[in-house]
């Protein structure tokens, strides 16, 4: 089946750039997602990039996809102490998603 | 665009008593909705999906059930809990036209004691 992996700890000094990456083994969705979830709270839409696409930029987010490889991954520009959460890639299946284990991003000041 | 309501936010149940978890969605129709757990520190475990009304699926066996009485509300419940229950619960829906999006719920943080 679908398997999706992500490194657990990311640290990173604050004003730094985040590398988050995710690899999976299998997607025919249209569409392959980030998440973020700050302590305590749901999961977060943080963006998403479609199929066909290799990057994405959204502000200080920079989403690239590497289909040959399946390798995702989430770029943080500027890394700010409100970022520090728990990022997930997610990878759609049939009716339901196929999510990453979570990677763990801590910011120091 | 939809909003996804979870009850209660916080709970603390002794082992052995029942659980009753309630979702609701609002603003949209005919979603997917989903219940995963997450563990402290780890990562999402789908535990139930329903595509529609009375539609369960269960991706791990264990002594917890999902209903669905209602096009917008999911229930996960359990006759007798264990420690191993503990955990933050999530909900999340699919479906708004057009898009395979998952939304989730703000979670419920269920502590067994």
């Known amino acids: 089946g679908e398997d999706v992996e992500q490194s657990l700890f990311l640290s990173v000094r604050e004003g730094d750039s985040s590398v988050i990456n995710c690899t999976y083994t299998d997607s025919s969705s249209t569409y392959l997602y980030w998440y973020k979830q700050e302590p305590g709270a749901g999961l977060q839409l943080l963006t998403y990039i479609f199929s066909n696409m290799d990057m994405k930029q959204d502000q200080r987010l920079t989403v690239l996809l590497n289909k040959k490889d399946k390798h995702l991954s989430l770029r943080i520009a500027d890394t700010q102490t409100g970022d520090s959460a728990i990022y997930f890639c997610?990878?759609?299946?049939?009716?339901?998603?196929?999510f990453g284990t979570g990677t763990r991003l801590k910011v120091l000041a | 665009s939809q909003t996804i309501h979870q009850w209660p936010a916080t709970l603390v149940q002794p082992v052995g008593s029942p659980l009753s978890l309630e979702c609701t969605v609002e603003g949209t129709s005919n979603p997917n909705l989903y219940w995963y757990r997450q563990a402290a520190g780890r990562g999402l475990q789908l535990l139930f999906y329903s595509v529609g009304i009375g539609q369960i699926s269960s991706e791990v066996p264990q002594n917890l059930s999902a209903s669905r009485p209602q096009d917008r509300q999911f229930i996960l419940s359990s006759k007798k809990l264990l420690l191993s229950d503990s955990g933050f619960y999530l909900c999340?829906?699919?479906?708004?036209?057009?898009?395979?999006?998952?939304?989730f719920g703000p979670g419920t943080r269920l502590t067994v004691l």
């Open positions: 999340a829906c699919m479906g708004l036209a057009g898009a395979d999006t998952q939304y």
């Open positions: 997610a990878v759609p299946g049939t009716y339901k998603y196929i």
